[in-house]
C-alpha cells in the first residue's frame, strides 16, 4: 500500500503534514487569517483531545482551546518558523492551566476513542469508560504524558521539551503509566 503525500499512517503524522502545519503558521505570522483557520482545522481536534484530559470537561477543553488558538493569533508574530504543532500545544497546555481551579480533580470523561476497536457499541463504551477512569488515576504528569504521546501528533522530543523532561525520563514515565493502565484493564 504507498501513501501520498501529507496524509496519516497510523497515527503518525507524515514529514509533510508538519511542513504543512509549519508554512500555515508562517502564512498566519503574515497576518493569514484563512491560513490560521486552516491551521485550526488540522490541528483542533488533536489539541482538544488532549485539553479534555487535562480539564476533565468538555466546556472547559472547548474555552481553553479558543483561548490557544486566540492567544496564537495575538503572538503569532514569536513564532520562529518551524515546530507549529509543538508551539500550539504549550500555548495550549499554559490555557488549560491558567483556567483550571485550583483543587480540581479530573473526572473521568464520558467516551474516548480507542486504539482497538470493541466489536459492539457497549463494549466499546464500556472500554472507553474504564480507560477514562484508569488515566483519571495516573498522577497528573504521568496521564499528561501518555495524553500527549497517543494525541498531539508530537515527537517523543518534542513531549519531553514540552513537559520539561528528557527523553529518557519521558520513556520511563511512559512505560510506567501504560503499565498501570493495563493492569488495570487486565489487558
Known amino acids: 500500500m504507498s501513501h501520498r503525500p501529507g496524509t496519516r499512517r497510523q497515527g503518525i503524522l507524515a514529514v509533510t503534514d508538519m511542513e504543512n502545519e509549519d508554512l500555515l503558521m508562517r502564512m498566519a505570522a503574515d497576518g493569514s487569517r484563512d491560513a490560521m483557520d486552516r491551521l485550526y482545522a488540522v490541528v483542533a ?23 490557544t488558538f486566540l492567544n496564537a493569533w495575538q503572538g503569532r508574530a514569536s513564532f520562529r518558523g518551524h515546530g507549529a504543532r509543538p508551539w500550539l500545544f504549550v500555548i495550549a497546555r499554559n490555557a488549560a492551566f491558567r483556567s483550571r481551579p485550583t483543587g480540581t480533580v479530573l473526572e473521568p470523561v464520558d467516551r474516548v476513542t480507542s486504539a482497538g476497536i470493541p466489536t459492539d457499541e457497549h463494549e466499546a463504551a464500556e472500554l472507553a469508560d474504564r480507560l477514562d477512569a484508569a488515566l483519571a488515576r495516573l498522577p497528573a504528569e504521568t496521564r499528561e ?17 514540552l513537559l520539561g523532561l528528557t ?8 512505560s510506567r503509566g501504560l503499565k498501570k493502565i493495563k493492569e488495570e484493564l487486565e489487558l
Open 145 to 161: 504524558a501518555i495524553v500527549l504521546s497517543r494525541v498531539s501528533g508530537l515527537r517523543i522530543d518534542e513531549i519531553a521539551d
Open 167 to 174: 527523553n529518557a525520563a519521558l520513556r520511563v514515565r511512559l
Open 45 to 67: 481536534p488533536p489539541l482538544y483531545n488532549y485539553l479534555l484530559r487535562l480539564a476533565g470537561d468538555p466546556e472547559r477543553a472547548n474555552d481553553a482551546l479558543q483561548t
